[in-house]
Structure formats: C-alpha cells, structure tokens
C-alpha cells in the first residue's frame, strides 16, 4: 500500500487480496482455518492518525499460537524470525520464538482495549 491517508475500503480490498493470495499457497492454504486471523499493522504518522506510513501483515494461528506469513521467509536458527538470537540451535526454539510473537500481538491487542479478541 501506498502511503496515504486512511481509508477503510482500500484496506478491505488489500486483507482481501492477501487472504486470496495466501489460500492460493498450498503451504499456507493448509495452515488457515477457522481460528486463523490475518491482521494488517498499520505504521500510523506521528501526529496524524489518519495517515499511514507503511503496512504490514501476519496470520495469527490460535489453535498452534503461533503467527505466520503467506509469503516465504527464514525459519532458521539466526534468521528472521529468531531476531539473531544466537543460542538458539534447534527446531523447537523457533517454535517457542513464534509462540513468544503471537502471545505479543495479543498483550498488544489488551493493551489497546480489545479483550473481547481473546
């Protein structure tokens, strides 16, 4: 998306198309069900709440609480998601680093007032 102002048609146009996209991903179509969220992170201006600056997204996976991506990215020890932690050596140490995002994004989501999310 384009920086811009706010505008609520064109970000249910985009959550459209990337939830189409993700779906067209064999990988990722078997990841999304029911308790699956795909939430846009708006990077706001400062000062102006109506304009945005960037956009990002994530899915959300309640069930295995973890987050995910349509798109590819570096699963690894040292990669993107573990955010460089060097000790980590295992499989099982990046699942406990995307269990650690997800809880994240709903301490984020309390934090703005939406319990009812949980």
Same mark, same amino acid.
């Given at each position: 998306?384009?920086?811009?102002?706010?505008?609520?048609?064109?970000?249910?146009?985009?959550?459209?198309?990337?939830?189409?996209?993700?779906?067209?991903?064999?990988? @990722?179509?078997?990841? !999304?069900?029911?308790?699956?969220?795909?939430?846009? %992170?708006? #990077?706001? /201006?400062?000062?102006?709440?109506?304009?945005?600056?960037?956009?990002?997204?994530?899915?959300?996976?309640? @069930?295995?609480?973890? !987050?995910?991506?349509?798109?590819?990215?570096?699963? %690894?020890? #040292?990669? /993107?998601?573990?955010?460089?932690?060097?000790?980590?050596?295992?499989?099982?140490?990046?699942?406990?680093?995307?269990?650690?995002?997800?809880?994240?994004?709903?301490?984020?989501?309390?934090?703005? #007032?939406?319990?009812?999310?949980?």
């Amino acid at each position: 998306m384009r920086p811009g102002k706010v505008d609520s048609e064109k970000l249910l146009a985009m959550a459209k198309a990337l939830n189409a996209y993700a779906k067209s991903q064999p990988d @990722v179509r078997a990841r !999304i069900g029911d308790e699956t969220e795909l939430v846009l %992170e708006l #990077g706001i /201006e400062k000062g102006n709440t109506t304009s945005i600056k960037s956009c990002g997204y994530y899915f959300v996976d309640h @069930v295995e609480r973890v !987050i995910f991506w349509a798109h590819p990215y570096t699963c %690894e020890p #040292g990669g /993107e998601i573990l955010f460089n932690v060097k000790a980590a050596k295992k499989l099982s140490h990046i699942k406990y680093s995307l269990e650690s995002q997800y809880w994240l994004v709903l301490s984020k989501r309390l934090r703005v #007032g939406d319990a009812d999310s949980l």
